[in-house]
T-cell receptor, first 114, second 109 residues
Framework: DGGITQSPKYLFRKEGQNVTLSCEQN?????MYWYRQDPGQGLRLIYY???????QKGDIAEGYSVSREKKESFPLTVTSAQKNPTAFYLC?????????????FGEGSRLTVL | QQPVQSPQAVILREGEDAVINCSSS?????VHWYRQKHGEAPVFLMI?????EQKGHDKISASFNEKKQQSSLYLTASQLSYSGTYFC??????????FGTGTSLTVIP
C-alpha cells in the first residue's frame, strides 16, 4: 500500500542532543513538507522540498535542518540550536502534477525533550 | 503568512449548522480543507481551485472567493463525528503550503 511512513512515533531526547526524524513516501510525490504542531496550536511549516537536492525554509526553520537526497526520503534533524523542540512533528507529501494536489500525511512523530 | 480562521472555537448541538471562515492577506492559488482529530494527522476534506467554486460531499461543503482571498466551510446538520479541529490550507505559486490558524469544533448530543 502506498503511503508515508514516519519514525520513530515517540522520541525522548536530552537537552543538547541532535535527533533525526525519518520520513519516507512511496507515492512518487514531488513535494514533501515538514510541520510542527504544539498543543492546541496549528501546523507551522518548517521546511519543504519540491525536487531532489533542493529545499526551502518555511516560517520556523531555525534550529532545524533537512536533506532531500532521494525523492522518497525527507529526513528532519532537530538540532541542539532549537530552543524548544518538544512538539508533534508531521511529514506530508503531495503531487505537483496531476491528482488533486492534496497533502498526504504520515502518522507523526512526538518529540519530548527531557 | 498564515491564513486566519474564524471563529477560533465553536460548540454545536447535534443537528445544528456551522460556518468556518478562512481569510488570507496573500493571493491564494487554491484552498484545501482538513479535519484533525486529537493526536492524529489531519484528514483531507476537499480542495477548491477556482474563484467562486463550491464543492461538497455529504453535508459538508465549501466556497472559495478568489478575489476576496476567502474561503468558507459549511457544515450542516452536524454529527458527533464532525468534532475536531478544522484547518484551511493554502498554496501559492511557489508550492509552499500553509495551514490556517485552526477552528476547534465540538458537537455535543
Amino acid at each position: 500500500d502506498g503511503g508515508i511512513t514516519q519514525s520513530p512515533k515517540y522520541l525522548f531526547r536530552k537537552e543538547g542532543q541532535n535527533v533525526t526524524l525519518s520520513c519516507e513516501q512511496n507515492l512518487n510525490h514531488d513535494a514533501m513538507y515538514w510541520y510542527r504542531q504544539d498543543p492546541g496550536q496549528g501546523l507551522r511549516l518548517i521546511y519543504y522540498s519540491q525536487i531532489v537536492n533542493d529545499f526551502q525554509k518555511g516560517d520556523i526553520a531555525e534550529g532545524y535542518s533537512v536533506s532531500r537526497e532521494k525523492k522518497e526520503s525527507f529526513p528532519l534533524t532537530v538540532t541542539s540550536a532549537q530552543k524548544n523542540p518538544t512538539a508533534f512533528y508531521l511529514c506530508a507529501s503531495r503531487p505537483l502534477r496531476g491528482g488533486t494536489g492534496e497533502l498526504f500525511f504520515g502518522e507523526g512523530s512526538r518529540l519530548t525533550v527531557l | 503568512q498564515q491564513p486566519v480562521q474564524s471563529p477560533q472555537a465553536v460548540i454545536l448541538r447535534e443537528g445544528e449548522d456551522a460556518v468556518i471562515n478562512c481569510s488570507s492577506s496573500k493571493a491564494l492559488y487554491s484552498v484545501h480543507w482538513y479535519r484533525q482529530k486529537h493526536g492524529e494527522a489531519p484528514v483531507f476534506l476537499m480542495i477548491l481551485l477556482k474563484g467562486g467554486e463550491q464543492k461538497g460531499h455529504d453535508k459538508i461543503s465549501a466556497s472559495f472567493n478568489e478575489k476576496k482571498q476567502q474561503s468558507s466551510l459549511y457544515l450542516t446538520a452536524s454529527q458527533l463525528s464532525y468534532s475536531g479541529t478544522y484547518f484551511c490550507g493554502a498554496t501559492n505559486t511557489g508550492n509552499q503550503f500553509y495551514f490556517g490558524t485552526g477552528t476547534s469544533l465540538t458537537v455535543i448530543p
